[in-house]
């Protein structure tokens, strides 16, 4: 089983910036999930193997999910966060889904068959 290793978050205030990064990348369909105190494991983004990117609504304009294939890593530049951006962030790869555009909510979390272990993104006001 492949253990996905994330890095980069932190604690920043409301218009601030993170970048946060997972390795190793190189999957078909690679993607970056949320989850905040009592709430449900949500899509965030997702990319291809082509680096065609998804976004959901809500990080539209604010996050940029990317790959480096030289350095085997994923990224998620987060920019403008809020503090309802607050969550444990989790990198989340299938070599198998052929379409990588993300499904809002929960319902994708099932299609994913490696996970890391997460990383906390607090945002104060």
């Known amino acids: 089983q492949v253990q996905l290793v994330e890095s980069g978050g932190g604690s920043v205030q409301a218009g601030g910036s993170l970048r946060l990064s997972c390795a190793p990348s190189?999957?078909?369909?690679m993607a970056w999930f949320r989850q905040a105190p009592g709430q449900e494991r949500e899509a965030v983004a997702g990319?291809?193997?082509?680096?065609?990117?998804s976004y959901v609504d809500s990080v539209k304009g604010r996050f940029t999910i990317s790959q480096d294939n030289a350095q085997k890593t994923l990224y998620l530049q987060m920019n403008s966060l809020k503090p309802e951006d607050t969550a444990m962030y989790y990198c989340a790869a299938d070599e198998l889904q052929l379409d990588c555009s993300v499904v809002p909510g929960n319902a994708w979390v099932g299609f994913f068959s490696h996970w890391g272990q997460g990383t906390q993104v607090t945002v104060s006001s």
């Open positions: 190189g999957y078909t369909c």
């Open positions: 990319i291809d193997s082509d680096g065609n990117p």
